[in-house]
């Protein structure tokens, strides 16, 4: 698992564990209090533990490298080659982040990047990293290329752009990108629930939302900023349940880390890189200063051991980093009810109080979360002096209350001994995330852009906290939808309703960026009801004793809810045919065994097969799968078309329609149609894919509301106005649902019907 350390730290972790005196063990074994245990753990923590971890995060050395530019500018000018100049730019991107500010290599990226951007069309970027580059310290003896480019530029421009460019001209070539931005995140932070809802608290549910009025489906109820996130590296799907089968994982050349902004999460091709490293980048010079502000300035020297030792522990920094120490002795003086009554809302405060639930943790993770904590703190004590905003400005009566913390050996003086609750409150909020940690999920595009049909899938970007999402308790059947949305914000709510609360979101007129998750009623929910949110298991896609037993695992708590508890949905759940199997024999259901392997429902046949056998074939169909997409991508059609077919010709043996597979199957085959222009036959098969989507996330399902989108271009395609205006309604009341009304797919569904409803066929 990505969150956690890397298993080379796992293992000196546990390696130290084990070589403790056995007194020290049983120390540790009976501290609970989360002080306590990081104290403990500090006391332990030495010198091996941080030459340990410089060695493991040698490998991932996140250093300038004047030659690793070179390498990857030489990469990108193969490429440029092949008129791929979106994978050019990225590795033009990638040399920009490597090369060192004073490098000739940075001159060079940029100018190369420029060339890119220039073929993509983006012509006011191409400008800005044509200055770049001509302030880098680009060749005098070339800059007649550049020139030349920056005229071409100009004359694709509208006047309007060309006279905003001149005013910026003179402006650091770092904060032209930034320019429209007119409120930083930290200002535009809020959390805004609606007026029909409220925060209710009780021993059995804790603190929770309920709906003080009836609230229609589609309503925004919850809009908010996170207080801390942090960008996962790599590209992580989120997958629906695919049988019995097994994933086939595919080779990461870019990865998020390389697309994305670390601060805002904005896909970007013209990164602005840290000054200080080699990973971290930015699509706008006002995203690279917030991140320097509130974290990265603490983070950049520990890139690579930050990279080591995981997503959570850096999240848990960054939110600590973001409280500050004043805000973090408050939250340990208050308690919730104290908050709750406070005029000023605090998000640290909620942030603060949630759940650790060490006592349900092994000893072997809290060891390892609070062992990775201390050598942190050290590491940092070693970094530098304290930020001027840390300064304690009532030091004294601190300090009396902290005189019993551990004594640090060694570092910058300024790191005296009441600073220990620093350490304190990052394995807190690292302990805390197992629980309430939300996984900020987005669409993305699979598959060639030039494809006539893009295929979307549900990818995890970032993990994030957020102080109110976090209060929402889980329900296998929740009544409400999340969608989140990363770089510029608008208005989330997209309503007239929600405006007001929105507003003071955002600040009236004001756009800023970030990541924020928009919580809508999924349903007509009334008065006095629990707003209630799925965890991950939900009860269109698993079995009450598999969800549950997730549940327990993850979160500490047997589920309850409407789902786990309705017998009527217990007769549903034994009745219907959940594995999605036939048998080979007579096409009836197969139901899984307690045992393992599969026999068939029907009495009059009862053939048997084991669950390697399914296995087996499901993995040489999702082989295959995986190698026609991968002939599309390579603009094959035709053969893609043909492997397809012989696949579904197998699959459809043991799979039925409404199998997550033949759903896949399906959508390829729609794919492979649409590139070679036959939109009848695209529509007929993404029809076949629509319901298995529709068995696997349900009727009203997101997932569902843009396959259906995609059902209705293909039929505006092909010019079928009837089949075309029949199902615009359903994706307009799902997408409605879940994205309000506003959102870019529904403009683009009004302008199809316009189109066939003004035309006379």
């Not at 690793?68 to 990638?94: P, V």
Request: charged share 20%.
């Amino acid at each position: 698992m990505m969150d956690l350390p890397c298993v080379q730290w796992q293992d000196h972790v546990a390696h130290k564990w084990s070589g403790l005196d056995p007194e020290l063990k049983e120390t540790f074994l009976s501290l609970h209090e989360i002080d306590d245990v990081f104290k403990c753990a500090l006391s332990l923590a030495n010198q091996q533990d941080l030459d340990a971890i410089q060695l493991i995060s040698a490998g991932r050395s996140v250093k300038k490298d004047a030659e690793e530019a070179s390498k990857c500018r030489e990469t990108g000018n193969s490429i440029f080659k092949t008129r791929d100049y979106k994978a050019a730019a990225l590795h033009y991107s990638q040399g920009i982040c490597f090369a060192p500010q004073s490098s000739e290599q940075l001159s060079l990226c940029y100018a190369n990047r420029s060339a890119a951007l220039y073929r993509l069309q983006q012509y006011q970027e191409c400008l800005y990293d044509i200055d770049r580059a001509l302030n880098t310290g680009y060749p005098a003896h070339l800059s007649h290329k550049l020139q030349d480019r920056h005229n071409l530029c100009l004359s694709h421009l509208p006047m309007s752009v060309k006279t905003k460019y001149d005013q910026l001209y003179h402006v650091s070539n770092d904060d032209k990108c930034s320019k429209s931005l007119t409120v930083s995140s930290s200002e535009a932070f809020r959390f805004c629930i609606c007026p029909q809802v409220s925060v209710g608290c009780s021993k059995e549910k804790g603190c929770h939302l309920v709906a003080l009025q009836s609230i229609t489906a589609g309503e925004v109820i919850l809009s908010e900023r996170p207080f801390s996130w942090v960008l996962i590296p790599g590209v992580e799907k989120v997958k629906g349940k695919r049988g019995q089968g097994q994933d086939i994982q595919r080779e990461i050349v870019f990865g998020t880390e390389h697309k994305r902004c670390h601060w805002c999460l904005a896909e970007t091709l013209c990164a602005v890189p840290c000054k200080g490293c080699s990973f971290s980048r930015y699509c706008s010079a006002s995203c690279q200063q917030e991140a320097w502000e509130e974290h990265h300035h603490w983070e950049c020297p520990l890139g690579a051991e930050l990279a080591a030792m995981g997503v959570m522990v850096q999240l848990a920094l960054r939110v600590t980093l973001k409280a500050g120490i004043e805000i973090i002795h408050r939250a340990r003086q208050t308690i919730r009810d104290e908050q709750k009554k406070s005029d000023q809302y605090n998000p640290y405060m909620t942030v603060f109080h949630l759940m650790q639930h060490t006592e349900h943790q092994s000893i072997s993770l809290r060891f390892m979360c609070a062992l990775t904590v201390a050598t942190v703190y050290l590491k940092l004590s070693k970094a530098g002096p304290l930020p001027t905003s840390w300064k304690l400005s009532d030091a004294s009566s601190i300090t009396s209350q902290s005189s019993d913390g551990p004594k640090k050996k060694g570092g910058d003086t300024e790191w005296s001994s009441e600073l220990w609750v620093v350490g304190s409150a990052v394995l807190r909020h690292m302990l805390q995330l197992r629980c309430n940690a939300q996984a900020v999920v987005t669409l993305q595009a699979t598959g060639s852009e030039n494809s006539r049909v893009q295929s979307m899938e549900e990818i995890r970007v970032a993990t994030a906290m957020f102080p109110t999402l976090s209060l929402l308790n889980h329900s296998c059947r929740p009544n409400t939808s999340l969608v989140f949305s990363t770089g510029i914000v608008d208005d989330p709510g997209g309503s007239q309703e929600s405006v007001g609360f929105n507003q003071r979101l955002l600040g009236e007129g004001r756009q800023g960026r970030g990541v924020t998750v928009t919580v809508r009623a999924a349903r007509d929910i009334s008065a006095g009801e629990e707003i209630l949110h799925c965890y991950g298991p939900n009860s269109n896609r698993m079995g009450t004793e598999e969800r549950q037993r997730l549940l327990q695992e993850q979160y500490y708590f047997l589920c309850e809810c409407e789902a786990c508890t309705d017998q009527e949905e217990e007769i549903r759940e034994s009745s219907r045919n959940e594995s999605g199997l036939l048998c080979t024999k007579c096409k009836g259901a197969l139901k899984k065994n307690k045992g393992s392997g599969f026999t068939c429902s029907l009495l009059s046949c009862g053939h048997q097969i084991s669950s390697s056998d399914v296995n087996h074939k499901l993995q040489e169909f999702t082989v295959a799968l995986e190698k026609a997409v991968a002939l599309m991508e390579k603009e094959n059609p035709v053969e893609a078309l043909h492997l397809l077919k012989k696949i579904s010709s197998q699959s459809g043996l043991l799979l039925r329609d409404t199998h997550p597979l033949q759903g896949e199957l399906a959508d390829a085959t729609a794919r492979a149609y649409a590139s070679l222009g036959d939109w009848k036959n695209a529509a007929t098969h993404l029809e076949q894919s629509a319901v298995a989507i529709s068995s696997q996330y349900g009727k009203d399902s997101f997932e569902l509301g843009q396959q259906l989108f995609k059902l209705v271009q293909l039929h505006f395609n092909g010019g079928a106005r009837g089949p075309t205006l029949s199902v615009i309604p359903k994706v307009r009341q799902i997408l409605s649902l879940h994205c309000g009304p506003h959102c870019p797919e529904l403009q683009e569904l009004n302008a199809m019907e316009e189109c066939f409803q003004g035309s006379t066929f």
